[in-house]
């Protein structure tokens, strides 16, 4: 394990889907705002103002109505599109600053700022901070450290304890316990649920406590990957930067219907759909797939019939032609399908990856990299990019989508869609 001397930060995005959502909404900034779930089910991002009121993530929107009405809360359902690209102008705006970043979740990174240290990091990491906020919008915080997990301590720090304006550095500390001893270990990077309430058990409550610790204990109670955590919490770094993102090993596509479904045409426009997505990101990777599974599932929260299944096909060569996927789905939906149930779910998971360089070439099947398929592909997508997604889509997919989750409170689409672009009034 390494223990050379780096310098980390943990770039944290504050309350990022309710942020990207003010960005477009000045209106709202210091009012109770909150996210929901697929089909407008449970909160899954609430702002500072919402949970002051008592209302967390996790809590059922229908039960809300009282308090939304008495608070003026104000919900939206997830706007994916939205959050994926404000999250890709926020890590474009950290990579400036640093050679060495690791996309760590759609609203974390890690910098490494080894050799920065005498531009004084705590005024360069608030430059970061002021100028993603003035180019974005979007309010982050940033924890320092000797490591990984240190970073993320910093972060957790920064984040809840306002003198410190949204940046935090524990690696200048010549005493760390007193801020160790603020962190519950719940919250410790790599600290899971089932290892928080062993901890709890012995004792260790904290992640002082848990630094604490003798390493053969922990080595025996938490395998070698806690045993890293707590050096990392002892200022011994094991964890590099992940510069270079491993290529997917599968891909899925599935969301639950915004009601029961019960005829097959429906689920094929479902199939169609969600394969439609899938393909997309296969060719986006650079990547082609040889096989495809399709699964469907009734809702076992029901007292109803219940019935789940699934089936794959494989392909005779690898592609990455959005009709053929989708032929292939429809096929085995048709085979999967039985009458008399109320499906609430469909998905499609391609695998069976190779990189486009590596494909092997066939004299007998011409390879899709090697015919017109190829070239349909990337200009449909590159329309789409342009113009939005969906301004060309398959016919197979449908028109009047009855089936697609319920998203009522859906926000517009303000940097991915010409139509719906921010209206500006002088």
Not at 25 to 45: E, M, Q, T, Y
Request: aromatic share 10%; charged share 25%; hydrophobic share 35%.
């Amino acid at each position: 394990m390494s223990k050379k001397s780096e310098i980390y930060a943990l770039v944290d995005c504050n309350n990022f889907y309710v942020s990207c959502e003010r960005v477009f909404r000045p209106d709202l900034l210091h009012k109770p705002v909150g996210v929901l779930s697929n089909n407008d089910g449970i909160i899954v991002a609430a702002s500072e103002e919402l949970k002051r009121l008592g209302i967390k993530r996790g809590a059922a929107a229908f039960k809300l109505k009282k308090e939304i009405a008495k608070h003026k809360i104000t919900l939206f359902s997830s706007n994916y599109a939205l959050y994926g690209d404000m999250s890709a102008r926020v890590m474009k705006t950290l990579s400036l600053f640093t050679p060495d970043i690791e996309v760590y979740s759609i609203d974390e990174a890690f910098l490494l700022l080894t050799g920065f240290e005498n531009r004084c990091l705590n005024q360069y990491t608030k430059l970061i901070k002021q100028t993603v906020q003035k180019w974005t919008g979007i309010p982050i915080s940033i924890g320092i450290g000797e490591t990984k997990t240190l970073a993320k301590v910093a972060n957790h720090i920064a984040k809840r304890e306002p003198k410190h304006q949204g940046v935090f550095d524990i690696s200048k500390l010549q005493n760390k316990n007193s801020y160790l001893e603020r962190v519950p270990v719940e919250k410790i990077w790599g600290v899971g649920h089932r290892y928080a309430r062993m901890l709890d058990r012995h004792g260790i409550s904290n992640a002082l406590l848990l630094s604490q610790s003798p390493y053969p204990w922990v080595k025996k109670k938490m395998t070698v990957v806690g045993l890293r955590t707590v050096m990392e919490l002892n200022g011994i770094s094991c964890l590099d930067l992940e510069r270079d993102v491993p290529p997917k090993k599968e891909i899925v596509s599935s969301r639950s219907f915004g009601r029961p479904v019960t005829e097959l045409a429906e689920l094929k426009q479902a199939v169609s759909e969600y394969c439609t997505r899938a393909v997309e990101k296969l060719r986006q990777d650079k990547q082609l797939a040889s096989q495809i599974m399709v699964y469907l599932t009734t809702n076992r929260f029901k007292h109803e019939p219940q019935y789940a299944n699934f089936d794959y096909i494989q392909l005779t060569i690898p592609s990455a032609y959005t009709p053929s996927f989708i032929q292939a789905a429809q096929k085995i939906l048709e085979n999967l399908y039985r009458e008399g149930y109320r499906y609430k779910k469909v998905g499609v998971m391609l695998s069976n990856f190779v990189h486009e360089s590596q494909v092997p070439h066939d004299i007998f099947a011409p390879s899709y990299l090697d015919d017109k398929r190829k070239e349909i592909m990337e200009c449909i997508d590159k329309i789409n990019r342009k113009w939005g997604s969906n301004t060309i889509s398959y016919a197979s997919s449908g028109v009047d989508k009855q089936w697609q989750m319920r998203r009522q409170f859906l926000s517009s689409r303000y940097t991915t869609n010409w139509q719906e672009l921010p209206t500006v009034k002088a």
